[in-house]
T-cell receptor
Framework: KNEVEQSPQNLTAQEGEFITINCSYS?????LHWLQQHPGGGIVSLFM???GKKKHGRLIATINIQEKHSSLHITASHPRDSAVYIC???????????FGTGTRLQVFP | GAGVSQSPSNKVTEKGKDVELRCDPI?????LYWYRQSLGQGLEFLIY????????KSGLPSDRFSAERTGGSVSTLTIQRTQQEDSAVYLC????????????FGPGTRLTVL
């Protein structure tokens, strides 16, 4: 079993829909990242969380430390949101990232 | 530059050759990480530097892989006697030391071993 599990693996949505991507982890962590990777592009950090909730524009990330679970929400989705979204946890005394397998999101107009 | 840079952006090599991949972290970032993303696979950790020392090399897949960092800045990842399974995107990230500091990623080097 992977230490970081994401669901769903693939997600298709119509423009304007509310989207949720889930992440569960089984190790002790100091923080959790949500990353975005566009095709052929680099990786951008969307959020880094250690507790509670963060919001940036149409994106909201939450984390429940007790349940070892985080969610990424996208409100009013847009085709430009199409990308792979990756959950990663910082673990151990070197703070290296352990990655989920990613969720491929496609938003159609 | 303001961000993490990596070179080359693409590298095609023949099986058995050695390759060097370079990472220039953000100035002042003492922590540097190398990750790998193989085709169809997720990202995996390779090695971590704090300053010039590498306290965690646990992700290096074999002794053909090595890395060094000089002057607390530039890092080089070397793969000797490349194999086809080494084909992947190699990503570098840097940050200030500490668990609550965001890691900033470079654009990656796409390595293809023929």
């Amino acid at each position: 079993k992977n230490e970081v599990e994401q669901s769903p693996q693939n997600l298709t949505a119509q423009e304007g829909e509310f989207i949720t991507i889930n992440c569960s982890y089984s190790v002790g962590i100091s923080a959790l990242h949500w990353l975005q990777q566009h095709p052929g592009g680099g990786i951008v950090s969307l959020f880094m969380l250690s507790s509670g909730k963060k919001k940036h524009g149409r994106l909201i990330a939450t984390i429940n430390i007790q349940e070892k679970h985080s969610s990424l929400h996208i409100t009013a989705s847009h085709p430009r949101d199409s990308a792979v979204y990756i959950c990663a946890v910082r673990s151990g005394n070197t703070d290296k990232l352990i990655f989920g397998t990613g969720t491929r999101l496609q938003v159609f107009p | 530059g303001a961000g993490v840079s990596q070179s080359p952006s693409n590298k095609v090599t023949e099986k058995g050759k050695d390759v060097e991949l370079r990472c220039d972290p953000i100035s002042g970032h003492t922590a540097l990480y190398w990750y790998r993303q193989s085709l169809g696979q997720g990202l995996e950790f390779l090695i971590y530097f704090q300053g010039n020392s590498a306290p965690d090399k646990s992700g290096l897949p074999s002794d053909r892989f090595s890395a060094e960092r000089t002057g607390g800045s530039v890092s080089t990842l070397t793969i000797q006697r490349t194999q086809q399974e080494d084909s992947a995107v190699y990503l570098c990230a840097s940050c200030l030391r500490g668990p609550y500091n965001e890691q900033f990623f470079g654009p990656g080097t796409r390595l293809t071993v023929l």
